[in-house]
DNA sequence: TTTATATATTCCTTGACAAGAATATACAAG
DNA sequence: CTTGTATATTCTTGTCAAGGAATATATAAA
């Protein structure tokens, strides 16, 4: 996993703006007005989002498009999901304590 | 998805803790031996984690042995895996828009 | 061209946090 | 009880990042 990703939704008003995203594609203001921001933090965030390369932007007229990029995510759900493996063979090790024990 | 999980595990060093944990449990001075980290510092990196509820501790003799904790890494699977949703969503707008258009 | 709208950028201040060094505490062994 | 081992804590310092305010840039509209 790479911390890029996480320093980058670590912050709440950036993991706000992921999950405002996740529902579909905003402009700044957008974002702003949903999450009662003000512009300018929010196209901070959404540029160091951006960098992350947890969004990307597109133009339409003056306002530009801000979408989540699957990437990341996946790369996130891959790394949570391969937990799981430790988490049986810890439950299989508590097992054969109580068996022995 | 709370920020406090994701804060501690957007520090580089904390990351590569959990991610021996996660092949077993360890003491302060076998993680610091391994990672190549300052006693102290390893220290106070477990007590952060502890902080956030990724790890607990049971006392051995001197030794205090940390130990992963599930629930917050079952969390943060939950959510991740939450964004398949948007993507076959988002697919199936592209699809649409291509057929349409 | 001026004016309005949408967004980005800069500067400043402040708070958080990580590392290093030194020291304190806890427990065990002799 | 002294010594050694394992861990925690404190203090200081430097860095980085977030918010506020002001301003710059870009595009559309009149």
Redesign the pocket.
């Known amino acids: 996993m790479d911390t890029a990703t996480l320093t980058a939704l670590a912050?709440p008003?950036?993991l706000k703006i992921v999950e405002l995203l996740r529902g579909q594609p905003c402009?700044?203001?957008e974002v702003a007005l949903a999450l009662k921001l003000?512009?300018?933090?929010v196209?901070?965030?959404?540029?160091?989002l951006a960098q992350a390369g947890l969004v990307t932007?597109q133009?339409v007229?003056?306002?530009?498009i801000y979408t989540l990029k699957p990437e990341p995510f996946l790369r996130l759900e891959d790394w949570a999901n391969s937990f799981q493996q430790y988490w049986t063979q810890q439950l299989d090790n508590l097992e054969n304590h109580l068996k022995k024990g």
Do not use: D, F, G
């Open positions: 912050e008003n950036r402009s700044v203001n003000r512009q300018p933090q196209s901070k965030h959404l540029h160091t932007m133009p007229a003056q306002q530009r």
